[in-house]
């Protein structure tokens, strides 16, 4: 009987088993796995040192497993069948998806894309932050998260749910012009608003802002993220996306009698590319972002 060594047996050695009963001798075992006849036979002896028995006789027909041999050979294939499957994994996940979103969007998604990342290194990820809607179906993005519905045929949309939307200032500007928690209509003319300017003037949030009863802006933007800055800046009330607002220690919600606005949001992607695995990989993890959001 060997001597068991305390180690216990490794891929290393296994595979190198394996090499032998297919080949049935210790050097074109060598040669399938790129190693010399000696550094084969040290691997043998290492496995039998470490379960204990015999696994390998040589004769003069070659190479040949003794019977205890037989379920190391098993172990060993099923392993290579893991590793192969592993690989193929990897590989598939590996390569850029390009996902396109509003502003509002942008911090909530990066830190779901990083935790994606995490788990998946060979993915690459281009997150744009825009105001324009990307064009999914001439493949502008891979996924684009949106709040206006998509007209395409080949264009996939999968509802994420809805986006609320409250009016946010600085501490310090709600606590020197508002009398309290919440904005009486009687106060809207002496305060003020934080508005948008070109296209995101025809956001739903500028018509909401306008139903309050807001005529004028002391302060215009052209993207989310100065809107945001311009409220943290003391510049007046903004009507912001709960998931930034809520997020900013330097904001205060200001409540109102009007109902807040509500948006549905959507992810969209191309349907040649549903079955692309990173793809998936990527729209599934927002869709689950979206749906721990939504139940709390």
């Known amino acids: 009987m060997k001597p068991t060594s305390t180690e216990p047996p490794t891929w290393d050695d296994l595979r190198v088993l394996l090499a032998v009963q297919r080949h049935a001798s210790f050097k074109a075992a060598g040669v399938a796995l790129g190693l010399s006849t000696s550094t084969t036979a040290r691997r043998v002896e290492a496995l039998e040192s470490a379960v204990g028995r015999t696994l390998v006789v040589r004769t003069t027909r070659g190479a040949v497993l003794e019977p205890d041999a037989l379920p190391l050979v098993e172990l060993a294939e099923s392993l290579e069948l893991g590793l192969r499957a592993a690989t193929r994994t990897t590989q ?41 809607v990307a064009d999914v179906a001439r493949r502008e993005a891979d996924l684009a998260v949106r709040t206006v519905r998509t007209t395409s045929a080949v264009v996939i949309e999968r ?25 009486k209509q009687e106060d809207v003319g002496r305060l003020d608003f934080i508005g948008w300017l070109g296209a995101l003037e025809r956001l739903p949030q500028a018509r909401w802002l306008a139903g309050l009863g807001v005529r004028a802006q002391a302060f215009r ?11 943290r800046q003391g ?59 939504s139940s709390r």
């Open 92 to 132: 598939t996940l590996a390569g850029a998806v390009r996902v396109s979103a509003g502003e509002g969007f942008a911090q909530a998604l990066v830190q779901v894309l990083a935790e994606v990342r995490r788990r998946t290194p060979g993915l690459q990820v281009e997150l744009m932050g825009e105001a324009r």
């Open 159 to 183: 509802p994420l749910g809805r986006l609320r939307f409250a009016l946010y200032g600085s501490k310090d500007y709600v606590g020197r012009r508002l009398r309290g928690p919440l904005l």
């Open 221 to 231: 933007a052209s993207t989310d993220a100065l809107v945001l800055e311009a409220a």
């Open 235 to 293: 510049q007046g009330l903004a009507v912001l996306a709960e998931l930034v607002g809520d997020a900013e220690p330097t904001l205060q919600r200001v409540e109102t009698d009007r109902a807040p606005l509500e948006v549905p949001v959507f992810l969209v992607f191309h349907r040649a590319l549903r079955d692309v695995a990173r793809v998936r990989l990527v729209s599934d993890a927002i869709e689950a972002a979206f749906r721990r959001r």
